[in-house]
């Protein structure tokens, strides 16, 4: 069964190439009660992050399509056509919230 789920966090937008190609690189201290949104976007890179993060990757309706548990510094998810969007949230998110494959999140 689908379920909506809300993300209780201020979610910001990175809309623009320079938002979304910066994301949350070069932050020392990890994310906590906040979340990145970028979009368009269908993968992502760790690269210069210090801390990892749960990603969820979501169609155009913002349902979710796949997920990414504590991604590390230095990885990056594999590019996906079915993905239009990314939200980066700090660890424990996706567990904590119960957000399963095939979800409608709201932001």
Not at 24 to 50: D, T
């Amino acid at each position: 069964m689908k379920n909506t789920v809300t993300i209780p966090f201020a979610i910001q937008t990175a809309d623009m190439f320079y938002k979304r190609f910066k994301g949350l690189m070069f932050r020392k201290e990890p994310i906590q009660e906040e979340g990145l949104w970028i979009v368009p976007c269908n993968s992502v890179h760790m690269f210069f992050m210090s801390f990892p993060i749960d990603v969820v990757l979501l169609n155009k309706q913002k349902e979710v399509i796949r997920l990414v548990h504590s991604l590390k510094p230095w990885r990056a998810t594999k590019p996906d056509n079915s993905v239009y969007s990314v939200l980066e949230l700090p660890v424990g998110t996706i567990e904590g919230l119960g957000i399963r494959i095939g979800d409608r999140l709201e932001f």
